[in-house]
């Protein structure tokens, strides 16, 4: 039990003195946007969600092409179950690539969680035709068709999921059950 805590304790500290050096990082140098992105992401990492969207968002103030950073907005404000601020950061960054899959994907789930699932249901169809293969979007499109009275596509989507993710197939069969 004391190793354990030692090891979270050592865990904790070296955590720290990483956001302590990037943070001394951009104080040194405050125009560098790859270092705020950084201490975002550490933040993150941390789950000091306000401090991560604060350096996020002076990433993006110095270099507004800074893909990552819009995602990593989107990304802190969805783990913030903050859903209508994430669908706005996901949707800036699925308009500078839209055809990508992982963000049709991640627009998708901040429209779910909303239960816009109409909407997200489109999403997870155009990330699948990008990547068929993408089973967490057919697994989130039958939820979708689940609560929009589509249970026969859910079902088939059950059925494919059984070959190429069984832990998804159960789970969505346990929609399905519902």
């Not at 070296?14 to 943070?23: A, G, P």
């Not at 092409?65 to 949707?91: I, R, T």
Request: glycine share 4%; charged share 20%.
């Amino acid at each position: 039990m004391l190793l354990a805590g030692l090891t979270m304790l050592t865990s904790c500290n070296r955590t720290q003195n990483e956001i302590d050096s990037l943070q001394q990082q951009v104080w040194k140098n405050p125009k560098n946007a790859s270092a705020w992105l950084l201490l975002g992401n550490a933040y993150a990492r941390t789950r000091r969600y306000s401090e991560a969207s604060a350096a996020y968002k002076s990433a993006l103030a110095l270099n507004p092409e800074l893909d990552e950073a819009l995602h990593a907005l989107g990304a802190v404000a969805f783990n913030q179950k903050n859903y209508s601020e994430a669908q706005e950061y996901f949707q800036k960054h699925l308009e500078r690539s839209p055809k990508d899959s992982l963000r049709l994907y991640d627009l998708g789930n901040a429209s779910m969680q909303l239960g816009q699932y109409d909407k997200a249901a489109k999403l997870y169809q155009e990330s699948i035709e990008n990547s068929d293969s993408f089973t967490d979007a057919h697994y989130n499109l039958g939820v979708c068709y689940i609560r929009i009275g589509r249970r026969t596509e859910a079902q088939a989507i059950y059925e494919w999921l059984l070959v190429k993710n069984n832990y998804l197939a159960i789970s969505l069969q346990k929609h399905l059950q519902k």
